[in-house]
Each structure stands twice: as C-alpha cells, then as structure tokens.
C-alpha cells in the first residue's frame, strides 16, 4: 500500500488522476478502521490532511460551502444558524474524538446508508463540489448517492466541498440507535421547512440502500400546507396531516432486517421521527412568525 | 511449612490495629492513576528484542469435519517462522480445559463452533502473519449445527462430543448436556395444592460478553533450561498454569507464569485463550512470541455468559406466601464445557432466590451445542436465574393484590433460612432491609430533560444525543429487584489461596512486602493486601510484589472471593509473621518488662504496642538485620458437593445480597429506553475499602443494566456464526446510557469471615437487569420476558 501525500489541492488531483484507485483519507474515521481490521487493502492511499483548504467554510449570500474536511466539533460549534439540521446531525456523529476528525466529506465517499449527515443534507438541499484535473462540477445531493456505498463520482474525482443552502426555516434532524450516545443509525431523519419557496424537504437514513427523500410526503405536506393557507396562518398542523405525512415518509423506506434492527422497526421509527421532526419544526416556525408579527 | 487455619471453624473477628492506611480506609489504587493517564503497561504493550508475533486461524464456519489442512503457502512466506497444526502437537495432551479437558489447543478432525482455533502461525510482522494465516487452506466438510436444546437433544442429534468419559456423562439424561442439577427438597405436587394463585413463566437470557476493554495478549519468551516465561492477562495463573504444562510436555516448574497488565477480566479469563499458542510457537522458533487479539478476534477468543431458557411456575397463597417453586433451567454452554457444570450448579441452587419456599422441584442443564462456548462471567449462573425469579415475583404480587417489595419482604430469607439445597444460611441475610432501604431512598425529579430555556436537554431523554424526542411518548417506569450469590468456589472445592509475607527493616523502617499469585484484574486486590498488611503488621510501608507462579496457588480472580480468600491469606500470613516477630522481641526485651509475657501485644506504627497502647519496642530493633517470612495456604471453611438426585448439601461458602431500584424512562413510541437511576443497597459484611466497594457495586449495576437494554451477542440460528462481533454491533453502556447510582452500603458482619467480610463483585450485577425490566414493564404494561430489551419488542414491530 503506497501512502499518497500531495501538499496542494493540485497535487491532490493530479495523484487521483494518476492513481484511480487512491482512496482518499482525511480524518480516517472510517477507513482506518476498515484497514486495521483488513476489511480493505486498498493500493494507494491519498492523505488530503495537506490540504489545508479543506478545513475552511465559508458562508455566502445564499450557501454554505464547506470544505470536506471540516471537522463535525466545527460546524455544531460555528455552523449551527446556517445548518441547523447538519449541526444537529453532528451531534449524534459517534464520540468527542470521532468528531473531531471526521468530516462530511468522508461521509459523502463512503456514502453508506447510515452515514449520519446525509438526512440533513438531502433535506437542506447540497451540491457537492467534485473535482478532477478535468474540472469542477457541482452534482446535486438528490443525484449523488446510486447504490449501497457508492456515489456519483467519477474514479479521478475528489470531493472538495459541499454547498448546501443556507436555513431560511427551522430544521430537525433525529436518529434511533440502541445507545443513547456514540451509536450507528439504526434510522435516521431530517427535516428542513424552506419558507421561502413554501416546501418542505425531508431526507431519511439507514432505511433504504441509499440515503432517500421522501417525495411523496414532502409533495403531500407542501400541498396540505399550500391549501391551508399554513404558511401564511401559521395554524397547528392538524394531527390527520401529520399523520399521513408520517406515513408517507415511513412508506418511502426500503430496509432490510439486520443485526442493528427489523425492517419492520425502521419503518415504523421514520414515521415517529417524521412526525416529531415535523411538529418540532412547525412549532419553531409559528414561534417565529408569531415573533415577527409582533415586531411589525 | 506451610500452616493453615483450623477448618471448619469460624475465623475469629479481630478489630485490626488503627494504623493509617488500614482496612476500612479509602486508600488509592497504586495503579489508578496511571490507568486514567494512559501509563500503564497492559499486557498488550508488552515487547521484547527479537521478538515473532503469532496469529491464530480460526474457523469459518461452525460445525464441520476438517477434509484437509494445507499450510505450504504460508510457510512460504517470506518473514514466517513456523505454522502449527493439530499435528504439529508436542505431546499426547491436546486438550485443556477447566474441569473437563475437551477444548483442543488446535482442532483435529472437527471444528465445534465459528472461530474455532485451526492453526497457528508465528512471523516478524504481524501483518505478515496475519497473512500467511489467510493463506492455510481448511477444507471443510460442513455438518448440520445443533442450536438449542430441542436439536442437541433430539434422538438422532449428532454428538458434539463422541466417547465422553467425563465425570458428569454418568448422570446426564443425553451425550450433549454437558451436566445436570436437580434440586428437589419438600413435595412440590401437595405444596401446589395449598396455592390459591400459581404463576408460570417463560424467561429468555440473552448471550452477555464481558467486553473487557484489554483485549487477550501475551508474551512467551523460551528459557534457556529448555521451558519457558510467560507473560500473560489471566485471572488464574496456576489454573492455566496445570493446563498449559502437559500440552507443551515441561514439567510446572519450566512454565513460570508471570501476571501482567490485565484490562478487565469479568470471567472472560478464566479460560485459556492464547496461553497454549504463544508457548508453543516460542518453543517452536526459539524465539519470544506475543499475541494479541484485536476486538474482532476477542469476541471469538473468550466464552460468554450462558444464554437462557428458563421456566417457572410459582405459587402463592392468598396472604402472599409462597407454596412453592418448579423451575427448570437451560443454560446453552456451546461447544466446549468451560465453566458449565459450575454454572449449572449455581442457578440451580440459587434458582429460588432469596426468598423462603419450603417445596422446590429445579432442574438445570447445560447443552452442549455449536455455539460460542460460554463460561465465566460475573454473577455466573445466578444472574440468569435471579432474571426470572423476579420477574415471576412481579406476577405473583399482582395476582395475591400485595405492593410488590411487601410481596418480597413478606417471603425473604433470613439468618437461619434453610436453602432449597438444606443448606442453613448461617450469617446475616437482610434481604428485606435492603429492599427497605432502596425503597426509602429518594425518588429522582421528574421530567429532568426541562431546562430553563425552550429546548428540552435531550441528554437527559431515551434516545439521549439522537434527538429522538423531546418528552413525547415518554413515561416513567419503576422496578424493583433482589437477588442471592454465593461468594467463592462451591461444591467441595478446595478453594485455598496462599499468601507470602515479608517483614523487614529497609533504611531504619520496616517494610511488609506481600506475594500472592491472585491476579489483579481491576478489583482491587493489590490496594485490599496492603490495608490489610498495615493493619496487622503495624506498618506503613507495603510493597506488593508481582503475582507469579513462584509462591503458591490464590485460586481464581472470581467468585467475588479474592478479598475473601486471598485477603483471608495475607491476614493469616500476617498474623503469622507478627506471632514470629513478637517471639523475637520476647526473646531480645522479654526480661525488661513484664507486658511482653503478661499483654496482648500488636504491632503498631512500627512498635510493638500491648493492647492498652504502651509501646515495648520498635519493630526495627526488635528485628534489627532479621527477616521475618512466611508463605502459607488459607483455607476458608470446606463446602461439599450437591447430592446428584436431590441437591442436598452445604453447598456454599458464603451468600451475598444486593437489591435495586430502577427508574426508568421509556420512549413507548420509539421503544427507547434511559435508565434513570438505579439505586443499590447491598451488604457488604465489612468495606475494607469503602471506594472500592461504592466502585464494585457501580460496575456490577452497569453490566446489569447492559444486558437489560443493549448488550447481546447475536448469534444466527441457522449458521450459528456470530453476527456482531464488534464495538460498532455488540454496544455496551456509554456514560450517557448510565445512570445515577445511589448505593446504600450495609456491614453486617459474617463471623465466617476474615473481618467479617462478604464478596462483593458480583451481586450487584444479578439484581440490577430484573430491576430495569420491572421498571420497563411498568412503564409500558408489556410482558417482556426477555432480555435485553429492544425497540422492537417495546414497539411490537
């Protein structure tokens, strides 16, 4: 195993130009242990910890765009008005150390189902900025995840940053594992209302092969909310429109039974979660417009 | 020459000296802080120049005929040294085991369950011999694999274990049961009679790991004179000391055994792991070898709790008394016998609790199967009985219509309760006294996720930093539970340990150092031996020397019986040395002052003292250039084994009692549980060192609550492979996940006992997991007659 360090981003991509099948490492949360425990011998290892402009975010007009490599301790510390959802998502990412190393970018390659900060970011609407020595492309999160750990990217691309939109309105992120600390989702979910366009966006983990949206629950609720004129009364979600969302989203699952859980139990925990995070989410936004109302 | 206390006859409780650093002091660990540093050298970091490192391969799969073994490419490879097989075998001793000697070191003909050792392979890297080990073809032919009682016991079941000559195979009803207990006292058929109200319940255990953070390591280093040092985490040295010498073919005294850093041990190390391997790859090559297991090959590399069946019909009268007890109990001991018929013997005869039940029909068993085999892990036995019985006690106090700890106070043991086994229960057993006091004990606020602000602490919520709910679906539950362990080794044991004690003036002070071969394995018997040596011999300077195979056996680190028997040892050893020394000193002063024949003497912040506190003369000049050492063997009273047919017999040395109050929160939407707190009273006898006593209680109410709501080996019942071997599958409780322990620490003394001590280590660990269940179940009104719990069965998904 040859163990890759380019000093610069350009270096970074001329090795993954030059070595396929370099897996990259940056935190090695997830690799390391793969490798320790022979799971993975993969031939060329490429460390981006070089790479200093990967810890870097920066905070635009209308996204975040977040450098892979920064660390999930730094967006619950510095991040959590622009990426609620992520922020919390972060917090349930494994322990203290484990979170001080790891980082979106890693979750994104590795794109398991139950990485925790695809929920969020499926929710909040990403991009994430890949490139290769042949140039840069955005690839909207929605199109990113195409089977069970695999992604969109092509085989001498990095991910160099992941833009997602900043919250115009309350996120939630929740996840089921048997710990309440330090745990692998059994399932997960986000959810981002976007007051400004007047839709709702969910994402869902560790219940299908992929990270998933649940689109017909987000088409049913924006348009329950459309009809009611929700957005505008800022009326308590009735139970029944809870309620059918809740299924909607549980029925968007596709999971299997494993060691962590039963397919039968995720669907039903999405459901809860979908329903909590939706009511969490809508109270915070009442809460708001009751506040700005006020100030008017 | 060795000498020992009479049998049989009660050590006399003596109020020890008040020197600083006593018994009932809080003193320190001498290895606390360099373990909560990270300095402290545990057997895995063990190195030595030169040295090869070995790798075992195991099986792949669980019951087969081995075709063929083909070790060519892996001897090739560049960096090895050697590869062992079946064949490679010195001698004709292939087999080791606890009791019964079925394990092979490396399996021949057959493989008995996943992960079974095949071969072994020693070579400079480990990665190199992690490789050649990769690269031995096993040719297996596979067999069916028996799982539970049903398949091993079936009339045409394949035998685990063809041509058994074990003592046990007389009196088992089918070649895979490992042993068989039947506790029969009274007339259960007319004891029925008289119950207005009969409980019957089915109750399943799941497979608890110990999870010991250290994982099984060790270093072999060959001697010169042909045998060989090795370095090694066990919880026994002479144990696997008698198992390992006949394997390698070098008499016990070219095996020297030295302890090292253990990580925790719960009974995972009671049996052998990579002791038999490492000594003979080291002999092979001539060069020292080290293992080391990483966490995936430890989960296959040490026995677990027995997983269990358990059935249970009760009875009650209408004014709360119990009638009596049928209860039938199967342990699943796996492939190999390990500690089975000990295990089995125990939640036999404590399968009725602490409770008085005159008419009692047990049995128990132990299967022989393909799974992991299982053994040693603290509570042994009781742990899985103790989860059933109080869980039929819930029932049968719902059925009569009495408060729940009324219905146990009303039944519980006291002194001078008869057993199931006839046994008289000779000490103080304040069962309804502990369940008083943790009934007494505060209850915590409600609802303590509320903060001052708007956002729930959702640290203080099931589901904890998940963000699972912000109270909704959340209801409190309360439980109740109280169980009965036996301290030390039963059944006509001899369970002696031995201790060696120095006393000697080193730079004008005197110094005690104190030799045993008990195995420190975070229990605190390095801290316990020198309170114990200061105390006695008056001073303030103890060395513990490392425990080794040069002084006498001090039997197992289990059983919660080291401060007992060992600690017994060192008093013993102890107050021998002061008998030797006060005969010096009447020797050298005798004629200057009449106290020295008259008094009864102590030694005393380095002087010998009389017993009003008149100094006669510091021990440096009474010793001046002499040495005082003795060793001997100490004995607690002798048990006897239990009758085969009825279970009759003295069976235990000593019992010991916790009980618990769980308060729990459970998400009932989510299925997702935070255990609140779980309160703990349990007599002790006599803290002999309070910190550590709180410490053991805390620990052993943690690992409870692990097997109540997360911890279990996942085993498949078609393959009988391990699903989850790893931290990431097989979770253990975070400190999130742990809850406040208020313990309620109770001495009253057992005057059976050195100081009139009880052992400690395992009681907490029985009540605990009954406790968090009741309080489960009264949360949700579910039956849940399993455990762990998990969130499917709380959600009926």
């Known amino acids: 195993m040859d163990f890759l360090r380019p000093a610069s981003w350009e270096e970074a991509l001329a090795a993954k130009a030059e070595h396929p099948t370099a897996v990259p490492i940056a935190g090695g949360t997830d690799v390391m242990v793969e490798i320790n425990f022979d799971h993975r011998r993969p031939e060329y290892l490429l460390d981006l910890t070089r790479v200093a402009d990967l810890y870097e975010w920066e905070v635009g007009e209308e996204n975040v765009r977040l450098g892979a490599s920064v660390p999930y301790t730094q967006i619950m510390e510095n991040l959590r008005p622009e990426l609620p959802g992520l922020a919390l998502a972060s917090h349930t990412v494994a322990s203290p150390q484990i979170r001080n190393r790891g980082g979106v970018g890693g979750n994104l390659g590795t794109a398991s189902p139950a990485g925790d900060a695809h929920p969020a970011l499926l929710a909040a609407g990403a991009e994430v900025e890949a490139e290769s020595v042949r140039g840069t492309r955005l690839i909207p999160i929605d199109a990113f995840y195409t089977g069970v750990k695999r992604n969109a990217l092509a085989p001498d691309e990095l991910i160099r940053a992941v833009h997602v939109k900043k919250a115009d309105g309350p996120q939630q992120y929740s996840k089921v594992g048997t710990r309440n600390a330090m745990v692998i989702a059994v399932c997960a979910f986000g959810l981002a209302l976007h007051p400004e366009t007047r839709t709702v966006r969910t994402g869902i983990g560790s219940a299908a092969p992929t990270p998933v949206r649940a689109k017909t629950a987000e088409e049913f609720l924006n348009a329950a909310l459309d009809e009611g004129g929700f957005w505008d009364n800022g009326k308590v979600i009735t139970p029944s429109v809870a309620k059918q969302f809740a299924d909607l989203c549980a029925a968007a699952c596709n999971p299997i039974d494993d060691v962590r859980g039963t397919a039968s139990y995720r669907r039903h925990a999405v459901g809860i979660m979908a329903r909590r995070t939706l009511t969490w989410t809508w109270e915070s936004y009442r809460g708001t417009a009751a506040r700005s109302e006020g100030v008017a | ?797």
């Open chain 2, 1 to 797: 020459m060795p000498s020992n206390a009479p049998l049989g006859t009660p050590t006399k409780v003596t109020q020890g000296s008040p020197t600083k650093g006593g018994i009932g002091e809080s003193t320190l660990r001498p290895d606390g802080t360099l373990k909560v540093t990270g300095e402290f050298a545990y057997s895995s970091d063990m190195w030595h120049e030169d040295m090869l490192w070995g790798q075992i391969l195991r099986s792949t799969v669980a019951h087969a005929e081995i075709v063929s073994i083909d070790t060519v490419e892996a001897l090739k490879t560049p960096g090895v040294y050697a590869v062992m097989t079946y064949d490679d075998l010195p001698t004709d001793v292939k087999n080791y085991g606890l009791e019964i000697r079925d394990t092979p070191v490396l399996a021949h003909g057959k493989v008995r369950h996943h992960g079974e050792p095949v071969a072994i392979v020693a070579a400079d890297h480990p990665e190199t011999a992690r490789r050649a080990a990769a690269k031995i073809k096993v040719e297996y032919r596979e067999l069916p694999v028996i799982t539970d009682e049903s398949s091993a016991t079936a009339p045409d079941a394949i035998l685990i274990h063809e041509g058994r000559d074990d003592h046990h195979i007389g009196h088992v009803p089918h070649p895979n049961i490992v042993h068989r207990q039947p506790i029969v006292r009274g007339d259960v058929a007319s004891a029925r009679e008289r119950a207005d109200f009969i409980v019957k319940g089915e109750y399943t255990f799941g497979m608890q790991d110990q999870a010991f953070l250290g994982p099984e390591s060790g270093l072999a280093v060959p001697a010169e004179d042909g045998g060989v040092d090795l370095y090694i985490a066990t919880q026994w040295l002479h144990s696997d000391l008698k198992q390992i010498a006949p394997v390698l073919g070098l008499p016990e005294d070219k095996v020297r055994m030295t302890l090292s850093g253990v990580g925790g041990a719960f009974g995972g190390r009671e049996d052998l792991s990579m002791q038999i391997h490492a000594c003979l790859l080291a002999l092979r090559t001539g060069k020292p070898v080290k293992i080391v297991y990483n966490r995936f090959e430890s989960f296959f590399g040490h026995v677990h709790r027995h997983p269990a069946k358990l059935y249970y019909e009760h009875g009650a009268t209408k004014d709360g008394k119990l009638t009596h007890l049928k209860a039938r109990i199967v342990l699943d001991g796996g492939a190999y016998a390990s500690a089975s018929p000990a295990v089995v013997g125990n939640a036999s005869s404590l399968g009725a609790g602490p409770y008085v039940v005159e008419d009692v029909d047990i049995e128990a068993i132990a299967l022989y199967t393909n799974n992991p085999p299982c053994g040693a892990m603290r509570g042994f036995g009781a742990v899985q009985a103790c989860f059933a019985y109080e869980a039929q006690m819930d029932k049968l106090a719902d059925e009569v219509g009495m408060d729940r700890v009324a219905f146990r106070q009303l039944n519980a043991m006291e002194q001078g309760t008869l057993m199931p086994t006839g046994q008289v229960v000779d000490s103080p057993a304040p069962v309804a006294e502990l369940l008083r006091r943790v009934q007494a004990m505060p209850m915590p606020p409600e609802q303590q996720w509320l903060t001052a602000g708007e956002a729930a602490d959702v640290r203080q919520l099931p589901g904890g930093l998940s963000n699972t709910t912000h109270g909704e679906g959340v209801v409190r539950g309360v439980g109740y539970a109280v169980g009965i362990k036996n301290v030390g080794f039963s059944e006509g044991f001899d369970d002696y340990s031995t201790a060696k004690v120095r006393l000697e003036v080193v730079g004008g002070e005197p110094v005690a150092v104190v030799h045993t071969a008990m195995a420190e394995v975070g229990q605190g018997g390095v801290t316990v031996h020198a309170q114990i040596a200061r105390t006695e011999l008056g001073v303030t300077q103890v060395t513990i020397h490392p425990a080794d195979t040069q002084v006498g056996s001090a039997g197992s680190t289990s059983a919660s019986r080291q401060t007992y028997v060992t600690g017994g040892a060192v008093k013993n050893s102890c107050e021998l040395v002061r008998e030797k020394v006060l005969e010096l000193g009447r020797r050298k002063f005798g004629t200057y002052h009449p106290a020295w024949a008259t008094a009864e003497l102590l030694l005393e912040g380095g002087k010998v003292v009389t017993d009003g506190g008149e100094v006669l003369a510091h021990l440096a000049d009474v010793l001046e250039g002499e040495t005082v050492e003795i060793e001997a063997e100490w004995r607690h009273r002798p048990t006897e084994a239990f009758d085969l047919h009825t279970g009759q017999g003295f069976g235990h040395v000593q019992y010991t009692f916790a009980a618990h109050r769980a308060v729990v929160e459970v998400d009932t939407e989510l299925g997702l549980v935070k255990v609140i707190e779980l309160a703990c009273a349990q007599d002790v006898g006599k803290a002999l060192n309070p910190l550590s006593v709180v410490g053991q209680i805390q620990g052993g109410t943690t690992q409870g609550l692990g097997v109540a709501v997360m911890e279990e080996i996942i085993v498949d019942p078609k393959t009988a492979k391990v699903r989850n071997p790893s931290f990431t599958d097989y979770l253990i409780p975070t400190i999130l996940d742990t809850p406040t322990i208020p313990v309620d620490v109770l001495e009253l003394a057992d005057d059976h006992a050195p100081y009139g001590l009880r052992g400690i280590g395992e009681a907490p660990t029985l009540s605990s997991t009954p406790a968090v269940l009741a309080a489960i179940r009264n949360a949700t009104g579910l039956e849940l007659n399993r455990t762990p719990v998990r969130p499917e069965h709380l959600t009926g998904t």
